[in-house]
C-alpha cells in the first residue's frame, strides 16, 4: 500500500499532484480527464435539481499524511477558505509521529420522527405504541425489502411525551439500521407508511413524520496522540489547552472551535456527494445536547504529549444520492479506496481532529492569519488583473510589504509589467 505522505506536494504543479494521486488511488486516465475536465455536467446537473442554469465550482484539494487506523489515505477536500487542506495535512503528518488516527463508529442507525398530538391521554398512548413495537416494525419494514435483506432495515420503536406551546405529544421514534446510505429517503418512507397504524392505535393526528438530523446512534469518534516534540514542545501544549479550556467555557469561542472541526468534515462530505447540511445540523445538535461544548477534547497524558478525541454524529452513505450521480463524488470515493459508510465516517472524524488541532495550534503559536494571509494575497492579486506567474509575485510583494490590499496589488503589477 502507498504512503499518504507526500513531502512536498504543496509544491509540486496541479499536473504533477494529479499523476501522484493517480498512482496512490490507481485512477485511470479516464478519471483523469474528470477531475481536470470538471465532470458535472449540465444534462447531469439538470436532473439534480430544478431550475438548473449551470454549475457552481468548488476547488477540490487533496489532503495528505493521513494515516487512520493503520490505513494510508488521501482526503479529497472540496472548499473555498484558504489554508483549510495544508492545515489538516499539517495536522496529519504531526499524527503520524504518535501512530496516526484511531477511530470508533458505533453503527448506521437513524431515527425517524413521527408527531402524534391532539391526545387526552399521551401517557397511556406511549404505553400503547410500545406494545404494538412489532407490529410497527413489520409495517415499516415492509417498505424497503431489499434493506432489510441486506441486514438492515427497522430494528425498534422508540416513544417519548414531550411538552409543547401547543400542548403535550407524543414523539414515536422508528430505529433504522440504514447500512451504507445516508438513509433519508428509506427512513422518511418508513415513516409515512406507519403514520395511519400509530393514529389507530393511539387515538391521535398524526403531522410530522420524517428523519431526525440528530443521528444519537450514528456517532463517530477519532483519537490522536500528539507528541510534544512534534508539535512545538510544551508551551504549545500548554497553549492548546488553554485555547480547549476557553472554548469548553465560553458558547462565543465554542461556536467557531466548532466550525473550524466542520471545515475539515463539510469538506470531505461535499466532495463525496453527501448531505453537508444534514451533517452540520447534527453535529451542533449534538454539541448543545449539554449546553453548547466543543466536539473535542484535549488531555496532556503522563509523558506530557497532547491527547485529542472528537465525537460527534456523521450521517453519511456511499450509496444513493448524489454519491452516485455526480462522477466527482464517486471519483473521491475512489481516491479514498472506501466501500462503506462507516469507513468514511471515520475517516471523516479524523479529518475533524486534525483540522481543530490545526486551528488550537496557530491560535496558540503564530496566529491564524498567516497561512490565510499568505492565499488571500494570491486572491487579491488574481482581483487586480495579475495572470500566470504574476501572481506569486504579486502576492510576495504584497506579504513583504504588509499591505494586502486591491490598490497596493495594482501598484505593484503595474511596476512589475513595467519592468
Do not use: W
Not at 204 to 212: A, D, E, K, P
Not at 251 to 273: D, E, L, Q, W
Amino acid at each position: 500500500m502507498p504512503s499518504s505522505r507526500i513531502p512536498g506536494f504543496y509544491r509540486m504543479s496541479v499536473q504533477q499532484r494529479l499523476e501522484k494521486v493517480a498512482e496512490f488511488a490507481g485512477l485511470n486516465e479516464e478519471d483523469k480527464k474528470l477531475l481536470i475536465n470538471r465532470g458535472l455536467s449540465l444534462d447531469i446537473a439538470d436532473r439534480m435539481i430544478e431550475n438548473v442554469v449551470g454549475t457552481f465550482e468548488l476547488p477540490l484539494g487533496i489532503a495528505t499524511n493521513f494515516l487512520i487506523d493503520g490505513k494510508d489515505y488521501l482526503i479529497p477536500m472540496a472548499i473555498e477558505e484558504a489554508s483549510v487542506v495544508a492545515a489538516a495535512s499539517n495536522a496529519a503528518k504531526m499524527a503520524r509521529e504518535g501512530g496516526g488516527f484511531v477511530t470508533d463508529y458505533s453503527g448506521n442507525i437513524m431515527i425517524g420522527q413521527i408527531q402524534v398530538a391532539g391526545l387526552n391521554d399521551p401517557q397511556s398512548a406511549k404505553f400503547e405504541i410500545l406494545r404494538h413495537r412489532n407490529e410497527i416494525i413489520e409495517k415499516a419494514n415492509e417498505q424497503d425489502p431489499i434493506l432489510v435483506d441486506l441486514g438492515g432495515g427497522c430494528r425498534d420503536v422508540e416513544a417519548r411525551v414531550i411538552d409543547s406551546i401547543r400542548g403535550k405529544m407524543l414523539i414515536v421514534h422508528l430505529i433504522v439500521d440504514v447500512k451504507d446510505a445516508m438513509g433519508a429517503n428509506a427512513v422518511n418512507t418508513m415513516a409515512e407508511a406507519v403514520a395511519p397504524m400509530i393514529e389507530k392505535i393511539t387515538g391521535g393526528r398524526v403531522y410530522l413524520r420524517i428523519i431526525s438530523n440528530l443521528a444519537v446512534y450514528r456517532i463517530a469518534r477519532a483519537k490522536a496522540v500528539f507528541k510534544k516534540e512534534a508539535i512545538g514542545g510544551e508551551d504549545v501544549v500548554e497553549g492548546i489547552m488553554n485555547a480547549y479550556a476557553f472554548a469548553e467555557a465560553d458558547p462565543f469561542r465554542c461556536a467557531t472551535h466548532n466550525k473550524g472541526i466542520m471545515n475539515g468534515i463539510s469538506a470531505v462530505v461535499i466532495a463525496t456527494g453527501n448531505d453537508f447540511r444534514a451533517v452540520e445540523a447534527g453535529a451542533h445538535s449534538y454539541a448543545a445536547l449539554r449546553g453548547y461544548k466543543p466536539l473535542t477534547a484535549y488531555e496532556v497524558d503522563e509523558n506530557g504529549n497532547l491527547i485529542g478525541t472528537i465525537e460527534l454524529p456523521i450521517a453519511v452513505g456511499t450509496i444513493g444520492g448524489a454519491t452516485k450521480v455526480n462522477p466527482l463524488a464517486k471519483l473521491s470515493l475512489k481516491i479514498l479506496g472506501i466501500k462503506t459508510a462507516d469507513e468514511l465516517a471515520r475517516i471523516m472524524a479524523a479529518v475533524g481532529l486534525a483540522q481543530n488541532f490545526a486551528a488550537l495550534r496557530a491560535l496558540a503559536t503564530e496566529g491564524i492569519q498567516r497561512g490565510h494571509m499568505e492565499l488571500h494575497a494570491r486572491n487579491i492579486a488574481i482581483m487586480a488583473g495579475a495572470t500566470g506567474d504574476e501572481v506569486d509575485r504579486v502576492a510576495e510583494e504584497l506579504l513583504k510589504m504588509g499591505k494586502i490590499r486591491m490598490d497596493v496589488a495594482k501598484d505593484v503589477l503595474e511596476r512589475l509589467r513595467g519592468r
